[in-house]
Nanobody, 126 residues
Framework: QVQLVESGGGLVQAGGSLRLSCAAS????????MGWFRQTPGKEREFVAA????????DYADSVKGRFTISRDNAKNTLYLQMNSLKPEDAAVYYC???????????????????WGQGTQVTASS
């Protein structure tokens, strides 16, 4: 059982930066594939980024590649998403997600992540 709590969202000017954090409960954080999804009203959940158990592998949506960086600190049970050069179209609720009992694979679907945080709102104004 894993509980995930996101923080760091907010309102920034277009072109600005934010760093999202996700604090995870439990003692087996390093066994989970972790990721970020985002969603706006009326839209499907959209994959943003994922990272393997020890951070050796990462995957990004084409729309954020080169601007966002996913990372993790297993000693702190924490996942991060550094977001630079934010655009208005990046505005969404961002969710931290976790999947256990799996091997690394790129572009996992949202339903394949068992655990979800409550989400944190990100807005980039133009």
């Amino acid at each position: 059982q894993v509980q995930l709590v996101e923080s760091g969202g907010g309102l920034v000017q277009a072109g600005g930066s934010l760093r999202l954090s996700c604090a995870a409960s439990g003692r087996t954080f390093s066994t989970y594939i972790m990721g970020w999804f985002r969603q706006t009203p009326g839209k499907e959940r959209e994959f943003v980024a994922a990272i393997s158990q020890y951070g050796s592998n990462t995957d990004y949506a084409d729309s954020v590649k080169g601007r966002f960086t996913i990372s993790r600190d297993n000693a702190k049970n924490t996942l991060y998403l550094q977001m630079n050069s934010l655009k208005p179209e990046d505005a969404a609720v961002y969710y931290c997600v976790a999947r256990g009992g799996s091997t690394w694979s790129t572009r996992l679907e949202s339903y394949e992540y068992r655990y979800w945080g409550q989400g944190t709102q990100v807005t980039a104004s133009s």
